[in-house]
């Protein structure tokens, strides 16, 4: 019988020098978990071996999900809530995994109680988990690897991330793979052979064959196992807002796998999962093809981002509407997906994605040469486009005559994107941190945001030493920054206010209530041509300020409203 193990000491925040009180995990709300103790891994594989036992005598696939974050929560509650076709009956059972860090742990214990440990707009994610745990019994979380030991499938959602070390120098940086690594040794040393490894990451093109193979393989080797590692690709397309869920189980998906049975066993398991007869499956021969459509699709997003930011510069110093201009491009039906890009691009995939193609060129493949030229320039033209937006702050400010140090600067939404919460690689935070590098004092309001963890855990979020404060000065007391709840407290006595994101109540403001929440007159910045001619008009006649990121023709009405031409 296989004995369960904690984690390595460098898996953990004890040290193998003798006991120690064991740490805890702090959930979002306050609720503090304790770390497993030594004593309770082999309880909980006893635990899992039960469950495992009793799920196969019902005739389940036993799923391991590793990682229970954005992606790995809300896949794990589509996977636990698959059906038979021809029964209706559950056919899989899953088991979430997380590491058992101070900083994620309390995800186990929420997820075993059925709450989803992410915070969602979607009315169904909530539901989801708690119908897979308490009512289908289909879902469950566990802290041990040795969970791996039980698996038909792992899906591994660990996180891979791209570090720059220059704001606006993709180049200047590096993918960070190492919790990949880490997780496939395990995974290698742990899954029965027969196990496929979905990986569901987005990953460096080349991952999967150059790094997952060899480690798994050679994990095998070390096992004495002779058979050739299950090992697919998968890449999600998720996102935030009020289709969260549906972005993950009704969506187009694209897989490929290392080999024929690879290949066929990915579409087995998806096929069960998905909507896959309204969103057919897309099977590639490598998945060195998956990783890179994923990385392709993202680039070119965030190129074509980024090239209309050179042409939102020319339409400010022209007089020309950016914003009327994308409209009127829009009726052609080749060009109706154009998209103002606003302060910036967040989320988790479009900043930093082309970064991880352009590494794993020279990294993984080996090539010298550079033949990457629009890719790493579009990131970092979208990396620093939000700096523009405390440019535009700052002469609006100016022509009212007040100065930036001495002002109170209200920002309007704090996520990447309009309705949602999602505050990963935001512009707002940039605008944030350059304001106040210069000196002012700034109050955020966002109906979607709790918590901004890129301020409030800014020494160790998203890891130790990789908080974008570091490219600015004048970020200490940034960690004391908190989202208010309270519209007309964020704007009183302010003297701008920064329309950031488009959130459905920002455009229903109207200037009067603007005006009036303020208490004076004050600089209004518009990121996301959200201002409309009448309220501009309406903004000037209050003896307001306005400005606008692509919106040139703000001086003519302006100059109109004043009777200067």
């Given amino acids: ?134 009512e289908k019994h289909t879902l469950t979380a566990t802290f041990t690897y040795d969970a791996l030991t039980l698996a038909d499938v792992v899906v591994v959602d660990v996180q891979c991330d791209y570090h720059k070390e220059t704001l606006g120098d993709v180049r200047q940086g590096h993918a960070d793979i190492v919790a990949l690594e880490d997780s496939l040794k395990v995974i290698g040393d742990k899954i029965p052979p027969e196990c496929l490894v979905l990986i569901e990451t987005t990953v460096p093109p080349g991952a999967t064959e150059y790094v997952a193979y060899p480690i798994i393989k050679k994990a095998f080797a070390r096992r004495g196992v002779q058979s050739e590692p299950l090992i697919a690709h998968s890449f999600e397309r998720v996102m935030p807002g009020r289709n969260y869920v549906a972005s993950i189980r009704d969506f187009w998906r694209v897989c490929s796998g290392i080999n024929e049975e690879s290949r066929r066993r990915v579409q087995q398991f998806l096929s069960g999962v998905l909507n896959v007869a309204e969103f057919p499956l897309t099977v590639l021969d490598r998945p060195l093809e998956s990783e890179t459509c994923k990385i392709i699709e993202n680039s070119y997003r965030a190129t074509i981002l980024a090239f209309l930011h050179e042409w939102s510069l020319f339409a400010e110093r022209n007089g020309v509407d950016l914003i009327k201009v994308i409209e009127a491009i829009k009726v052609r039906p080749t060009h109706s997906n154009m998209i103002f890009p606003g302060p910036g691009i967040g989320g988790y995939c479009l900043p930093k994605d082309g970064g991880l193609g352009v590494w794993a060129y020279q990294t993984l493949m080996g090539f010298e040469d550079d033949i990457f030229k629009m890719t790493p320039q579009a990131i970092d033209i979208n990396d620093t486009r939000a700096l523009h937006v405390a440019q535009l702050v700052r002469d609006g400010l100016r022509n009212m005559g007040r100065i930036v140090a001495a002002s109170k600067i209200a920002l309007l939404g704090a996520s990447y994107r309009e309705d949602v919460g999602d505050t990963r690689y935001s512009g707002s935070e940039l605008i944030v941190r350059k304001l106040t590098e210069m000196g002012a004092d700034v109050a955020v309001h966002d109906p979607y945001v709790r918590h901004w963890w890129e301020f409030e855990k800014q020494d160790t979020y998203p890891s130790p030493g990789h908080s974008r404060s570091r490219f600015f000065r004048n970020q200490e007391r940034l960690s004391e920054l908190r989202v208010d709840d309270d519209l007309a407290e964020t704007l009183k006595e302010a003297d701008a206010v920064v329309l950031a994101v488009r959130h459905k109540p920002y455009e229903s403001l109207t200037p009067e209530q603007v005006v009036e929440m303020t208490g004076r007159p004050v600089a209004v910045v518009d990121c996301f041509g959200m201002l409309n001619d009448a309220k501009i008009r309406r903004f000037f006649e209050l003896r307001c300020e306005v400005k606008g990121l692509g919106r040139g023709h703000i001086q003519r009405i302006k100059e109109e409203v004043r009777g200067t031409r």
């Fill in 1 to 134: 019988m296989q004995k369960s193990n904690p984690p390595k000491a460098s898996d953990t925040s004890a040290s193998s020098a003798g006991p120690v009180e064991p740490a805890c995990s702090t959930c979002p709300a306050g609720e503090a978990f304790p770390l497993p103790s030594h004593e309770d891994y082999e309880t909980e594989l006893e635990r899992l071996r039960k469950l495992a036992r009793e799920q196969r005598l019902m005739g389940r696939e036993i799923v391991v999900v590793m990682g229970v974050g954005f992606v790995g929560a809300v896949m794990a509650g589509v996977i636990a809530d698959s059906t038979d076709p021809r029964t209706g009956d559950p056919n899989r059972f899953v088991i979430g995994m997380q590491r058992p860090s101070p900083r994620s742990f309390w995800k186990i214990p929420y997820l075993n109680r059925g709450i989803a440990p992410v915070q969602a707009e979607d009315p169904e994610v909530a539901p989801l988990i708690a119908r897979c745990v308490n």
